[in-house]
């Protein structure tokens, strides 16, 4: 049993405050969703919880368990359980995914001659290429395909808590329930807590959320069941987003201001 416990935590990027004191507490086995219009820090948040350069803590901690995860290195907290699906999956040149988790295996003192099959049992799992698995990292994938890549990531890591952020953007309905299935299973199978970022309800259909919660500006306005997930799908996030009017002036230099709105 793990909790990733996050308290108070503010953060800022280039010089601006993103994240304005967010608390959160996931724990194996849950599925905590996070939403939120545009803008609002959901990646910010993904990445101060990774540890990605450039991001500057300002405040408050984040704990697995009893180990200080602000004190890490990135790949120190990914030793320590936490994974994070990126919204952008990077492209690596030269280094193939099977490389990529054969090392992994191995910083992390696991079975490193298991790891190809577990590997293979995955990609058939979910319906990803395995022509993929001794390819560089994500080169000339398409949008669907590195989604799929980074979930067979999580699925042979077996990380205790995964963040996903946009797992699924770019996705047609049979990766969408490829994927979403997946990530439920490790739920019910090994204990995982899932962070899902996410606009859309759609991923939530397979992977249900315990608890739903709306980030914006910085800031959980709200959390509540699913069903704040499924008010969300009938009528946006309006009801979370409508401030006093402010000066036209003012609205061009918020940060926040969501372009397409
Ligand atoms: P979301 O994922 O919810 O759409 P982000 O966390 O990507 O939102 O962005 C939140 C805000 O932080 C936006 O106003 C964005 O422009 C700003 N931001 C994010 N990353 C950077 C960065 N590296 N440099 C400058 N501003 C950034
Ligand atoms: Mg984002």
Redesign the pocket.
């Known amino acids: 049993m793990s909790t990733l416990s996050i308290a108070g935590l503010e953060a800022e ?2 010089g ?1 405050a ?1 994240l304005r004191g967010i608390d959160l507490q996931v724990a194996s086995g849950e599925v905590h969703a996070v939403m ?12 101060v919880l990774m540890g990605r350069p ?2 500057t803590v300002t405040g408050g901690s984040v704990h697995l368990d009893e180990t200080d995860l602000l004190a890490l290195e990135p790949w120190e907290r990914a030793n320590a359980g936490l994974f994070l699906a990126l ?1 952008y999956p990077t492209e690596v040149p030269g280094v193939a995914l099977r490389d990529m988790l054969e090392e992994s295996a191995r910083a992390g003192g696991r079975d490193v001659a298991a790891v190809l099959e577990r590997m293979q049992v995955e990609a058939l799992r979910i319906g990803f290429d395995e022509r993929f698995l001794d390819r560089p990292l994500n080169v000339d994938l398409s949008g669907g395909e590195k989604k799929r890549n980074e979930t067979l990531q999580l699925a042979v890591l077996e990380p205790r808590i995964a963040i996903l ?2 797992l699924d953007s770019g996705l047609d309905v049979d990766a969408l329930r490829a994927v979403s299935r997946r990530v439920e299973a490790a739920t019910e199978e090994s204990g995982l807590g899932v962070l899902a ?1 996410t ?1 859309y309800t759609r991923l939530l259909e397979e992977l249900r959320p315990d608890r739903v919660h709306i ?1 914006v500006k ?1 800031r959980i306005v709200e959390s509540g069941g699913p069903e704040l997930a499924a008010e969300l799908e009938e009528t946006g996030y309006a009801r979370f987003t409508e401030d006093e009017p402010k000066p036209a002036s003012e609205a061009a230099a918020d ?3 969501d372009p397409f709105a």
Do not use: C
């Open positions: 990027v280039a601006t993103i939120g219009p545009n803008g609002s820090g959901k990646s910010t948040l993904s990445h450039g991001y919204q952020d946009e970022i606009h980030l910085g940060p926040f201001a």
